[in-house]
């Protein structure tokens, strides 16, 4: 018998905020129909919300609980190495 996952992470169409112990969220869909326990929801390491029949539904409870996500630009970490890009022949001759 082949088993068959019904939860599965969806991309997120805005940013998710973190929980409060600072794990990052994800959304993800349940396949199944509501009346046996489908869904979408936003889970963390440590928690996860209600089912609910929308993304958006969803989402308002996170916030509720967890508050906005922060819009400050993400800072690059020390391991972290930019590389100049070429294009085109710099040669003078």
Partial sequence: ?????TQRQVSSPWPLPACKAGHPARLMEDGRCA???GGIFI???CCHTQKH???HVALQEWV???????HQPAVAGSN???LGLLLGDRSTG
């Fill in 1 to 5: 018998m082949k088993h068959r996952t």
């Fill in 64 to 70: 509720r609980l967890y508050g906005r996500p922060s």
């Fill in 80 to 82: 972290v190495i930019q």
């Fill in 43 to 45: 889970e963390c390491r």
């Fill in 35 to 37: 009346q046996a326990g």
């Fill in 53 to 55: 029949p929308s993304a």
